[in-house]
């Protein structure tokens, strides 16, 4: 009964694992530009806000993956908070096949990093003196398939 493993099958340390080994902020900002007087409750605000995935390879098996999340309420003069967060992890993938780590890096690293750089952003408006800004779930599997198909097109743009 104890070699129930050996027969069929992968053995035990062949499981994919995707590991997270940490995560910090990188960079952070948030600037107040208009305060105190931008502070009189407003309209609600134009809020814009820009997201970017980026990953390296720093060992053999471990990836440092960076959300970026870039936004604000309010444009030019009258702009009432602007913000700019690169949060990060190094995440460690083992036993999984080689056609498969990019996405895997690129779709579950940020969903992983996301809820906690969703609640840096938050904090900051509020200390700002505006209400937390809860940003939107992201589809991080879109945003992929969006790069793969731009990285797809671009040589064929340049011809």
Do not use: C, W
Request: net charge negative; glycine share 12%; aromatic share 10%.
């Amino acid at each position: 009964m104890a070699d129930q493993n050996t027969n069929g099958g992968a053995e035990p340390g062949a499981a994919p694992r995707f590991s997270v080994l940490a995560q910090y902020i990188k960079d952070f900002s948030f600037e107040n530009p208009n305060a105190p007087r931008a502070l009189a409750p407003q309209q609600g605000p134009n809020i814009g806000l820009q997201v970017n995935v980026n990953a390296r390879q720093i060992g053999p098996n471990d990836y440092e993956v960076s959300l970026m999340l870039e936004g604000g309420a309010g444009e030019g003069a009258g702009a009432l908070f602007k913000f700019e967060l690169n949060y990060a992890g190094v995440f460690r993938v083992e036993n999984v096949p080689v056609e498969q780590t990019q996405p895997l890096i690129m779709i579950e690293g940020p969903r992983l990093l996301f809820p906690f750089a969703r609640q840096i952003v938050a904090d900051a408006v509020r200390g700002g003196g505006y209400p937390a800004l809860y940003v939107d779930p992201i589809d991080f599997h879109g945003l992929y398939m969006q790069r793969i198909a731009a990285v797809a097109g671009a040589p064929a743009a340049r011809a």
